[in-house]
């Protein structure tokens, strides 16, 4: 092989992998972060990872035997973890339904604290009579013990509830019987779909083109009472209509619930100069809590 053709070929593979990296890796420390996770907890609110799921649900079952919920299997990951649903032992058609889904995306730590100061709230709250839930905890373990976005075959969860594939085969099928059970579509009130974002607090919803004027004044209106309670959220939001696939839309288009998503950072150091912890996460979930008791007295 000629010295130039070396030249060109070690040309070609340097490029290739700048090309393989994101732009920006070069200039954002937590690329290499994401490189080494072994020390993530010393720099950022701990990662809620599967560890933490078993045992705050194992905290929790007492909880939810005494309140006539149960915790069910339902399935299992692509790797032959555990996909968990919580939901009361009998569905009742008169009762305000909630729907939760918390990590379509592994690496969203931030949601499963959220969750759980959601889930801490509701069954202390006294508000079972008139309210019910239906909630998937961890969309994406495999993911989550990976630290990927994605499942253990690299599909984003969060576009599959077209093709419904993998983990979204079992949680769809689930979700939709439940529906069933219910009856009453209308009783489901809102759905969150719990993310991490980058590096913001703001809920996703539809245009007043996607389902109708009411449809987004509703949208609108939660958003806004969530942002008088949650001083992060503060009443951000981005009008979208999303992708083919994804949660909250393919279960407007068929069901036409409130469904929205709502990010909150993903990795928030520990030195962060607001003051957040896993305290004022948990206090988000409390603050969704708050909101659907407003929006739906
Ligand atoms: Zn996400």
Known sequence: MSRARNFV???????????????????????????????????????????????YLQKLSPVLEGSGYELNEIGQSVQGRPLYNIKPEKLD??????????RHH????????????????????????EYQIIVYPMINPDGTIAHTRGNARGRDLNR????????????????KNQFKALGSIKQVKVLLDLHGSFD?????????DFAGIDFYTTQENFVNTLGEDDEWQGGNDQ?????????????????????????????????????????????QGR?????????YP
């Open 9 to 55: 070929l070690i040309t070609i593979y340097f490029l290739v992998s700048l090309a393989s990296v994101p732009s920006s890796a070069f200039f954002c420390e937590d690329y290499f972060m994401e490189l080494n996770i072994t020390d993530y907890n010393d720099r950022f609110i701990q990662y809620y990872g599967v560890t933490e799921m078993n045992s």
């Open 93 to 102: 058609p008169e009762k305000k339904t909630i729907v939760l889904f918390s």
């Open 106 to 129: 592994g690496d969203e730590g931030t949601a499963n604290w959220i969750l759980e100061g959601f889930l801490d709230a509701f069954f202390t709250s006294g508000l079972m009579d």
């Open 160 to 175: 599959q509830w077209k093709s419904l594939v993998d983990e979204i085969s079992i949680i769809a099928a689930h979700l």
């Open 200 to 208: 913001e607090d703001f809920i996703y919803r539809v245009d007043e």
């Open 239 to 283: 009008i979208s209509n999303g992708k083919e696939g994804m949660a909250r839309i393919e279960l407007i288009v068929e069901f036409t619930i409130n469904a929205m998503t709502h990010e909150t950072p993903r990795d928030i150091r520990l030195d962060n100069p607001q003051g957040r912890s896993k305290e004022t996460l948990k206090q």
């Open 287 to 295: 603050d969704i809590l708050t909101t659907v008791l407003a929006e």
